[in-house]
């Protein structure tokens, strides 16, 4: 299994994970600015991209779907699985286009255009029940609300490997910083401590995240820095708002209290993660 830094923003912000198995397999599908990237390292890997058998989207968000249609014109077989009720959302991806416009503001340009995957290649997922077998090496979706009501998770029983996608979080390595994974337009604090329960329950050896890279401390610890972040930040966000009324100030108080990114990150990292955190923490709490 190989990470694939996707460049996003910068580096070590936003990875996609190859499994090099009978069938070549992705897990998840990074932004579509990142689709030559991504083509690019899964060579690097010694793969020939157009061999890749399946695609599995953790989420509809675009920082995980973009480069799906590219990936499809390189491997016209390649199955992408996704949550069935979002499936539909990739065929024609206006919809979601549009929703990540308002959800991102500005930062939305470094994304890239996301053009549609056609339907003979979506397989829409159900809640529960589906494993994709690759070979030496099978995947188990283990849905996971809470940062998107269609978000999964991926098991992989063999190397007991979680892909927690979002459940957990997000976990910037080069700052030693975890964030929770607050946004818009349906986080839901109660559902994502479900979440992280589920997960813990599997007890896996190594957890990896889409943002980013492998956890490199004990398994049980990153569920309780989890658990705590996610209410840490839920409370002090809370405080923030209540201190100055607004949604732009408390922003910026998330961005100079809370995070600590930049350096060694790009400032619009930063931005970027203190506006959709402040965002999905409020609206959970029905004050935006």
Request: charged letters at 25%; glycine letters at 8%; hydrophobic letters at 40%.
């Amino acid at each position: 299994m190989y990470g694939i830094d996707i460049g996003m923003f910068d580096s070590s912000v936003a990875s996609v994970y190859l499994f090099d198995d009978d069938e070549p397999t992705l897990v998840d599908g990074g932004i579509a600015a990142a689709a030559e990237t991504i083509v690019e390292g899964i060579e690097d890997c010694g793969v020939d991209p157009s061999s890749l058998s399946n695609l599995v989207l953790s989420h509809v968000h675009v920082d995980h779907t973009g480069a799906a249609s590219a990936l499809v014109d390189v491997a016209p077989d390649l199955d992408v699985y996704i949550h069935e009720s979002t499936a539909p959302h990739l065929v024609d991806p206006a919809g979601l286009v549009e929703s990540s416009k308002r959800a991102m503001g500005e930062h939305f340009e470094l994304m890239g255009e996301q053009g549609p995957v056609p339907e003979q290649n979506v397989v829409g997922v159900p809640n529960e029940g589906t494993t994709v077998d690759i070979g030496a090496n099978s995947l188990e979706l283990i849905h996971a609300p809470g940062h998107s009501p269609d978000h999964f998770a991926v098991w992989n029983p063999e190397r007991e490997l979680l892909f927690a996608a979002e459940c957990l979080g997000i976990y910037f390595g080069a700052a030693e910083e975890w964030l929770p994974p607050a946004t818009l337009p349906n986080f839901d604090v109660d559902a994502i401590g479900d979440a992280i329960d589920r997960l813990a329950e599997f007890d896996p050896d190594r957890i990896v995240f889409p943002h980013f890279g492998e956890w490199p401390g004990e398994p049980d610890d990153a569920f309780e820095t989890a658990r705590t972040e996610l209410h840490r930040f839920d409370e002090r966000i809370l405080e923030y708002h209540d201190e100055t009324g607004s949604v732009d100030a408390t922003k910026e108080l998330v961005g100079e209290e809370l995070l600590d990114l930049s350096p060694p990150y790009d400032p619009a990292v930063e931005s970027f993660f203190s506006s959709l955190l402040t965002d999905g923490y409020l609206k959970h709490h029905g004050r935006v």
